[in-house]
C-alpha cells in the first residue's frame, strides 16, 4: 500500500499580501498603485504622442494607397520600381521606428534594423536588374 502523499505532493498554501502584488496586476485591477511603479504603470496617455502615432499610421495609409496606385496603373520600368522600392523602405523605417519603438532604443539597435532594411531592398534591385537582362 502506497504511503499517503508520496503521489500528491502538497505544497504550503501560497500567500500573496497586498505588498506582493506585481504593480501590474493591481493596474489591471484598478487598485491603487504606490510608490515609484505608479508613473510607469498607471495609463497616462501623453495626447502628443497619440497624435504622432496616428499621424504616422495616416502617412503609412497614404504611401500604401500610393504604392497600390502604382500597382493599378500597372506601370512598369525601373522608375516605377524604384518608387515602389523607395515607399516600401520608407514604410518598413517608420514601422520600425514608430511602432516598434526603436526611435527610442540604443543607436546599434536602430543601425541593425535600418542595415536591414537597405541590405534587402540592394537584394530586390539586384534580382529585378539581373530580370531585366
Not at 500567500?15 to 506585481?22: H, L, P, V
Amino acid at each position: 500500500m502506497a504511503t499517503p502523499g508520496v503521489y500528491a505532493r502538497t505544497s504550503p498554501p501560497l500567500r500573496y499580501s497586498a505588498n506582493r502584488i506585481s504593480p501590474y496586476v493591481r493596474a489591471a485591477q484598478n487598485e491603487p498603485v504606490r510608490g515609484k511603479a505608479e508613473e510607469s504603470v498607471l495609463m497616462k496617455t501623453d495626447p502628443t504622442a497619440v497624435r504622432a502615432l496616428t499621424v504616422i499610421w495616416l502617412l503609412l495609409v497614404a504611401l500604401t494607397l500610393m504604392t497600390f496606385t502604382v500597382g493599378e496603373m500597372q506601370l512598369t520600368g525601373p522608375a516605377a520600381v524604384s518608387f515602389v522600392l523607395a515607399m516600401t523602405l520608407l514604410k518598413s523605417q517608420l514601422v520600425a521606428s514608430w511602432f516598434m519603438g526603436l526611435r527610442r532604443a540604443p543607436i546599434l539597435f536602430r543601425a541593425i534594423m535600418t542595415g536591414y532594411l537597405v541590405v534587402v531592398t540592394a537584394f530586390i534591385i539586384i534580382a529585378y536588374l539581373v530580370g531585366l537582362e
